[in-house]
C-alpha cells in the first residue's frame, strides 16, 4: 500500500490524525501490514512522541497479531496514558497470557473500568471463569463502576458456572445501575438463568424486557426445547419476526434430542423452503440424526445430495452424521465409502457404533471385526460395541476373547462393557469368568452402577449360584429398579424358589415399585413351580386390571402351564381356546408337556396337532407325543409317531450335557462313547451308581419310554449325558468344590434323584440348569428327556441292543 502524504490528502487533517485514521481503516480491512508501513513513516516524520498516535499504532500491532511488537512500542513509549496501559494489558489478556497481563495490571499506576473489563473478559473467554468471578469482585471492592461489557463477561462466567449465588448479585447491580434495558446485558441475564436451571426466572426477564433481540428469542426457544417443552417453543418460534440458524438449530436439535424425530424433519424442509437462512454443520447433523433415528434412506440421501450439491458445511459433524444415517438406514456400503474419504481417525463414538451395529444387526460379524480391527485408538465405546456385537450374535467366546484383549490393550472397561461381558457369562454359564468381571467391577466401583449390578444378578443365577445372586441383590438396596427387581424374581423362580419369588414380588409391589411384563412372565412362572394356580390366576388379573398391562404370548404361556402342571388340563384347553390372539409354538407346546405328565393321550394329539398346524418340523412335538403313547402303553402308536418321524425327515436335538474345567468345555451325550476318558467316567459312574442305591436311590426305568429289558433300562439311565457330566467332574476337580453341569434340554426326573443321592454321597453341591433359562425354555415343547435312547435305536432287533449298550451304535452315530 502507498502513503499519501497528509499535507496532500487533506488540509484539515493533522499528520497525527491522519496516519490514526489510516490504521483504523487497515484494521477494519484487516490488512496486517499497513501498520508496519505507518510506523516507519512515523519515525521519519518524527511524530512517534505523540500518545495519541503512539496509543493507535500499538492498538493496531495488538489486533493484527504482532503482539512483541506492541510491547517493544509499549517499552519505548517516553509518555503513556491509561489508554496506553489498557491496550497492551487486553492484548496479553485477550490471548490468555494472564502471567504477563497481571503483572502489566499490577503495575499500572491508575485503573479504569476497562483495565478490570479486560482482566474479567480474559479470564472469561479462556474458560478460567472463577478467576472472572473473583476479579469481578475486587472491581466492585476498587469502587470501580462496571460497564455493559464487564456485565456480559461476569454473567458468561455465572452462567457456565451455574453459579446463582453471584449471578443473582451481579443482577441486582445491574438493576441499580439502570442497565436492565440494555439488550445485551438483559441477553446475558437470560443466559445465566437458563443455564443455571431456572425457567421461570429466566420467563420473568424475557418478559419484562421491552426491548429483544433475535438473540433473546434463541435463547427462550433452546431454554423450552432442551427441557423437552416442544409447544413453548414453537410458539416462541412463530413470534419471532426475524429468525438466524441458531433459531432454526435450536428447534430442529430439540424434537431431535426428545424422539420427536418426524416434526425434525419437517421443520428443517421449512427451513430450507421458506427460509432465506442457510442450514450449517449443526442444523444437518441434527436433521441427518432424526433420519438416522427413523431409519429413513430417502430423506437422508436427499440431505446427503442438498451437502454435495450446494457444497454445504461437510464437516467432521455432519460426515459422522452421514455415516451413522445410512448405518442405521440400511445403506452400510455407502456408510463406509464416508469412512474411507473422512479417514477413521475423524470419526466419533456415533458414528463409530452406529456403522458396528449396522454389521451386527445384519450378521455381519466379520466386517464389524474388520472395522474394528482398522481403528485406531478406538475408545471403550467401539470396545463394547464389537463385544456386544459378538453377545448378540450368540459369540460369546469371541466376546470373552475380545474382552481379554480389552484388559491387556485397550483402554478401560466401563459399565456397559462389563454388563455386556456379565450377559457373555450369563449365556456361556461361566461362572469363573463372571467371577472375575465381578472382581474387576468392585476394583473400578462399577458395582454400584444398576446396569452391572443387574447384570451380575442375571449372570449369578443362570451359573447356578443363587445364593450369591441374592448377595449382590441384597448389597445394593439403594440402587434398585425395576430390572433389579424383576431379575432376582425371575432367578428365584428358575431356581425352583417360587414361594420366595412370590414373597419378593409382594415386596416390590409394597415398596410402590411398578412392574413390568416382564416382571409378570416372572412371578406367573414362579407360581407354576410353586403350584399357586389361585395365587397365579389373581396375579395375571392384577397385570391387566391394575397395572394395565396387555398380555403377551409369553404370559399366556405361563397361564397354560400353570393349569398344566397341577393337572387341570382341560381348563388349561379352554384357556387357549379363549385366547384373544392366536396361540404360537410354545402355548400348544406347554399343554402338550403337560399332557405327558398327566398321561392324556387325547389331549395330547389335539396340542400335538395343533402345534403341527403351526411348525410342521417341530421334532419335540413328535417326540412329545410319542412318548405320552408309551406313558400309556400305547407302543405301536409310539413306533408310528417315529417311522413318521423318519420317513419326514423331522429330527429332534438330542440331549447334550457340559462343564467345564481349566477353561475348556467336556460335552457328553447319551451313551458317550467319544471323550478320551471314556472307561474311566463309565467305571466312576458305574461306582457312583452301586453306591445312590445303597442309599435308597431307585432308578425310575418309566422314564426309558421304550419296550426294553429293565437291565437294559437301567443301563440306559446310568448313562444319561448330565450323569457322565458328573463323574468326569467328580473325577477332574478337587474335593468339596462346586459342579455345575449345564444341559441343552430340560433335566429328566430319573437323573433329577440321583443327582440328589451323588451329592449327598460325595457331600458336593451340585448344580444343574438348562443352557438358556426361562419359564418357556423350562417348560415349553422340549420334553422332559425321558427318551435318552438315540432315535436310530427305536426300529433296532434285540439282538443289536448289546451293541447300543456297548456303544459301538453310538460312536457310529457321532461319527
Given at each position: 500500500?502507498s502513503?499519501i502524504?497528509?499535507s ?30 505507518v510506523?516507519a ?17 500499538m ?29 497492551i494489558?487486553?492484548?496479553?489478556a ?9 503483572t ?7 485503573r ?7 482482566m ?17 469482585l ?16 461476569i ?11 453471584i ?5 441486582s447491580?445491574?438493576v441499580k ?10 441477553n446475558s ?21 421491552r ?5 433473546s428469542?434463541?435463547t427462550?426457544?433452546t431454554?423450552y ?20 440458524v441458531v ?14 424425530d ?37 430423506p ?5 445430495a ?7 458445511n461437510?464437516?467432521?459433524?455432519v460426515?459422522?452424521?452421514l ?21 477413521v481417525?475423524n470419526?466419533?463414538?456415533i458414528?463409530v ?5 449396522g454389521?451386527?444387526?445384519?450378521g455381519e ?5 474388520n472395522?474394528?480391527?482398522s481403528l ?9 460395541a ?20 480389552l ?10 462393557t462389563?454388563?455386556?461381558m ?8 461361566s ?5 472375575q ?10 458395582e454400584?452402577s ?5 447384570a451380575?444378578i442375571?449372570m449369578?443365577a ?8 441374592k ?13 433389579s ?17 412370590v414373597?419378593?414380588?409382594e ?12 416382571t ?6 414362579a407360581?407354576?413351580?410353586a ?28 397361564m ?7 393337572g ?8 387357549i381356546?379363549k385366547?384373544?390372539i ?5 402355548a400348544?407346546g ?5 399332557c405327558r ?7 395330547a394329539e389335539?396340542a ?8 410342521p418340523g417341530?421334532?419335540g412335538?413328535y ?8 406313558l400309556?402303553?400305547r407302543y405301536?402308536?409310539?413306533a408310528?409317531?417315529r ?20 477353561k ?5 451325550g447319551?451313551?458317550d ?12 459312574m458305574a461306582?457312583?451308581?452301586k ?5 435308597g436311590?431307585v432308578?425310575d ?9 429293565e437291565e437294559l ?7 444319561h449325558?448330565?450323569?457322565l ?17 449345564i ?36 417348560d415349553g415343547?422340549m ?10 435305536v ?6 443289536v ?7 459301538a ?7
Open positions: 500500500m502513503l502524504s497528509p496532500i490528502s487533506s488540509t484539515l487533517q493533522t499528520p497525527s490524525d491522519f496516519y490514526a485514521s489510516l490504521l483504523q481503516t487497515s484494521l477494519r480491512t484487516k490488512d496486517p501490514f499497513t501498520a508496519k508501513l510506523h513513516q512515523i519515525i521519519k516524520l518524527g511524530l512517534h512522541l505523540g500518545v495519541f498516535l503512539m496509543n493507535n499504532l492498538n493496531s500491532y495488538s489486533k493484527s497479531g504482532f503482539i512483541s511488537d506492541a510491547h517493544t512500542l509499549f517499552d519505548e513509549m517516553p509518555v503513556k496514558n491509561t489508554f496506553s496501559w489498557n491496550t494489558l487486553s492484548a496479553n485477550k490471548q490468555g497470557k494472564f502471567d504477563r497481563a497481571h502489566i495490571f499490577q503495575e499500572m499506576p491508575e479504569d473500568s476497562v483495565s478490570w473489563t479486560s474479567i473478559g480474559g479470564y472469561n473467554h479462556k474458560g478460567q471463569f472463577q478467576k472472572a468471578i473473583s476479579m469481578f475486587g472491581m466492585v471492592s476498587a469502587r470501580i463502576s462496571p460497564t455493559q461489557f464487564t456485565f456480559t463477561n454473567l458468561a462466567s455465572c452462567a457456565s458456572l451455574e453459579d446463582l449465588s449471578g443473582k448479585k451481579v443482577h447491580f445491574i445501575l439502570g442497565l436492565s434495558s440494555n439488550v445485551p446485558v438483559a441475564l437470560l443466559n445465566m438463568y437458563s443455564k443455571s436451571g431456572k425457567p421461570d426466572t429466566t420467563k420473568a426477564v424475557f418478559d419484562r424486557m426491548l429483544r433481540s433475535v438473540s428469542w434463541n427462550m426457544i431454554l426445547a432442551r427441557s423437552g417443552r416442544l409447544d413453548l417453543a414453537l410458539a416462541q418460534f412463530k413470534q419471532m419476526s426475524e429468525r438466524d433459531s432454526w438449530n435450536a428447534m430442529i436439535a430439540g424434537y431431535n434430542q426428545h424422539g420427536l418426524v416434526e425434525a424433519v419437517c421443520i428443517f424442509a421449512e427451513m430450507l423452503r421458506e427460509s432465506n437462512v442457510k442450514p450449517d454443520k449443526f442444523s444437518l447433523a441434527s436433521v441427518l440424526s432424526a433420519c438416522a433415528n427413523l431409519e429413513m434412506l430417502k437422508g440421501r436427499e440431505i446427503h442438498y451437502i454435495i450439491r450446494t457444497a454445504a461437510d464437516s467432521e459433524p460426515s459422522n452424521a455415516i451413522s444415517m445410512y448405518s442405521k438406514s440400511g445403506g452400510l456400503a455407502i456408510a463406509r465409502k464416508i469412512v474411507d474419504r473422512c479417514m481417525s470419526l466419533n463414538v458414528s457404533t452406529a456403522l458396528l451395529d454389521y451386527v444387526k445384519i460379524v466379520k466386517l464389524a471385526r472395522f474394528f480391527d485406531n485408538d478406538a475408545d471403550v465405546v467401539a470396545w463394547t464389537m463385544i456386544v456385537g459378538y453377545v448378540q450374535n450368540g459369540l460369546n467366546n469371541d466376546a470373552v476373547e475380545l474382552f481379554r484383549r484388559l491387556s490393550y485397550g483402554p478401560k472397561p466401563n459399565n456397559f462389563l454388563s455386556a456379565l450377559s457373555a457369562c450369563s449365556s456361556l454359564a461362572l469363573n469368568h463372571g467371577k468381571i465381578h472382581a474387576s467391577a468392585l476394583r473400578s466401583g462399577a454400584s444398576v446396569s452391572v449390578t443387574n451380575l442375571s449369578y443362570k451359573a447356578g449360584s443363587i445364593e450369591n445372586a448377595r449382590v441383590f441384597s448389597q445394593v438396596s439403594w440402587i434398585r429398579d425395576n430390572v427387581w424383576t431379575s432376582m424374581i425371575i432367578a428365584l423362580a428358575q431356581h425352583g424358589l417360587g414361594v420366595e419369588a414373597e419378593l414380588f415386596e416390590m409391589l409394597a415398596l410402590k415399585i411398578k412392574p413390568d411384563h416382564i409378570y412372565v416372572g412371578v406367573l412362572s407360581c407354576t413351580h403350584g399357586l394356580v389361585e395365587q397365579g390366576q389373581n396375579y395375571f388379573g392384577l397385570m391387566q386390571n391394575v397395572h394395565k398391562i396387555v398380555p403377551t404370548l409369553s404370559h399366556y404361556a405361563c397354560i402351564d400353570l393349569l398344566g402342571r397341577a387341570l388340563l382341560e381348563e388349561a384347553l379352554k384357556f381356546e385366547m384373544p392366536e396361540p404360537d409354538v410354545i400348544w406347554s399343554l402338550l408337556s403337560a405328565v398327566n398321561k392324556n393321550a387325547e389331549l389335539i400335538a396337532s395343533r402345534l403341527l398346524e403351526i411348525d417341530n421334532g412335538a417326540a412329545a407325543l410319542a412318548n405320552v403313547y408309551s400309556c402303553g405301536e402308536d409310539n408310528k409317531i417311522k413318521l418321524m423318519k420317513d419326514r425327515g423331522v429330527k429332534k436335538d438330542r440331549g447334550v450335557s457340559w462343564l467345564e474345567i481349566n475348556t468345555n467336556h460335552v457328553f447319551v451313551q462313547a467319544l471323550h478320551p476318558h471314556r472307561d474311566e467316567i463309565y467305571k466312576k461306582e457312583l451308581w453306591e445312590i442305591k445303597k442309599l436311590f432308578p426305568t418309566k422314564a426309558v419310554l421304550h419296550d426294553l429289558d433300562k437301567d443301563e440306559i439311565l446310568s448313562h449325558s448330565e450323569k457330566a458328573i463323574a468326569f467332574g467328580l473325577m477332574s476337580t478337587p474335593e468339596k468344590t462346586t459342579l455345575r453341569i444341559k441343552n434340554l430340560r433335566v429328566c426326573n430319573d437323573c433329577h434323584s440321583a443327582i440328589k443321592y451323588i451329592s449327598k454321597l460325595v457331600q458336593r453341591e451340585i448344580v444343574k440348569f438348562n443352557e438358556e433359562q426361562g419359564p418357556h425354555i423350562l415343547i420334553p422332559v428327556e425321558v427318551h435318552d435312547l438315540p432315535a436310530e427305536h426300529d433296532l432287533p434285540a439282538e441292543q448289546k451293541e447300543v449298550k456297548e456303544g451304535f453310538n460312536c457310529k452315530l457321532h461319527c
